[in-house]
């Protein structure tokens, strides 16, 4: 139970890319597949999926199921829903859900962010709650809708600021070496970001590739200086690479 509490944390910030854009402002629909690793042992298979849903909104879901042993303890996939528009240049949370995959559903949480009152609503283990809705606040899921489409329009990403089911956090983004990486759909150029929450042990390694809209290709969990969980792609379909625009990032 315990790694599958660090690949929905890993999912809390990292591969959840909804809306990769291949042009600042376009949602691109797609579907990605990744193996999931924790210390080097295979335990779970990942699928994220961005698509169309009303007029004017998307979709962003993701479905981790574990593997062997795992399935006892979450025997459903973890999944995360995030439903979204676009205004502007601004992309505006609508609604969001998390089941953690256990029998009891101990960690499930939903969101509900109501522009008419100006509140996003949290209900959760450990009851309702609510803030306040600010300008620029997202979910676990259009927070790198956000990353994705800054990057895309060749800026450096962040800070990003989200909701979950205890309140308002926040991550920085810090530069790292670019690498290439070798994946199950060819050797791909990356820039690195390190994602990382103010307080946290944890820190998160983004492989994202540029050809591919800055998809992430590789995601690194890593605590107290070892990598524990790390995400790596091995299927994409519904994005083609295209070169990159951008020759730096401002």
Same mark, same amino acid.
């Given at each position: 139970?315990? %790694?599958?509490?660090? %690949?929905?944390?890993?999912?809390?910030?990292?591969?959840?890319?909804?809306?990769?854009?291949?042009?600042?402002?376009?949602? @691109?629909?797609? #579907?990605?597949?990744?193996?999931?690793?924790?210390?080097?042992?295979?335990?779970?298979?990942?699928?994220?999926?961005?698509?169309? *849903?009303?007029?004017?909104?998307?979709?962003?879901?993701?479905?981790?199921?574990?593997? /062997?042993?795992?399935?006892?303890?979450?025997?459903?996939?973890?999944?995360? &829903?995030?439903?979204? /528009?676009?205004?502007?240049?601004? %992309?505006?949370?609508?609604?969001?859900?998390?089941?953690?995959?256990?029998?009891?559903?101990?960690?499930?949480?939903?969101?509900?962010? #109501?522009?008419?009152? !100006?509140?996003?609503?949290? #209900?959760?283990?450990?009851?309702?709650?609510?803030?306040?809705?600010?300008?620029?606040?997202?979910?676990? !899921?259009?927070?790198?809708?956000?990353?994705?489409? *800054?990057? !895309?329009?060749?800026?450096?990403?962040?800070?990003?600021?989200?909701?979950?089911?205890? /309140?308002?956090?926040?991550?920085?983004?810090?530069?790292?070496?670019?690498?290439?990486?070798?994946?199950?759909?060819?050797?791909? *150029?990356? @820039?690195?970001?390190?994602?990382?929450?103010? /307080?946290?042990?944890?820190?998160?390694?983004? &492989?994202?590739?540029?050809?591919?809209?800055?998809?992430? @290709?590789?995601?690194?969990?890593i605590r107290e200086g070892e990598i524990e969980t790390v995400f790596s792609i091995e299927d994409l379909a519904g994005l083609e690479a295209t070169p990159s625009v951008c020759s730096s990032l401002g």
């Open positions: 139970m315990r %790694i599958l509490t660090s %690949i929905s944390a890993v999912l809390a910030g990292l591969v959840a890319t909804a809306g990769v854009s291949a042009e600042p402002g376009e949602i @691109v629909e797609y #579907n990605a597949e990744y193996e999931v690793r924790y210390k080097g042992r295979r335990v779970a298979h990942a699928q994220f999926n961005v698509a169309a *849903d009303t007029e004017g909104t998307y979709v962003f879901s993701s479905s981790t199921r574990a593997r /062997g042993i795992l399935r006892l303890a979450s025997p459903k996939p973890a999944v995360e &829903w995030s439903q979204f /528009g676009v205004a502007g240049d601004r %992309i505006v949370p609508m609604q969001f859900r998390y089941e953690d995959g256990s029998r009891k559903g101990d960690d499930n949480y939903a969101l509900e962010f #109501n522009s008419s009152t !100006g509140q996003v609503f949290v #209900n959760g283990p450990g009851g309702q709650l609510s803030v306040p809705f600010e300008a620029g606040l997202l979910d676990r !899921g259009s927070l790198q809708v956000e990353l994705m489409r *800054d990057l !895309g329009a060749c800026l450096h990403p962040g800070p990003l600021r989200y909701v979950d089911d205890d /309140g308002v956090k926040e991550y920085e983004y810090e530069r790292l070496e670019d690498l290439a990486v070798e994946t199950e759909i060819g050797t791909l *150029d990356t @820039v690195r970001f390190s994602q990382r929450r103010e /307080g946290s042990s944890r820190n998160t390694i983004l &492989w994202l590739a540029p050809n591919l809209a800055y998809l992430p @290709v590789r995601i690194e969990q």
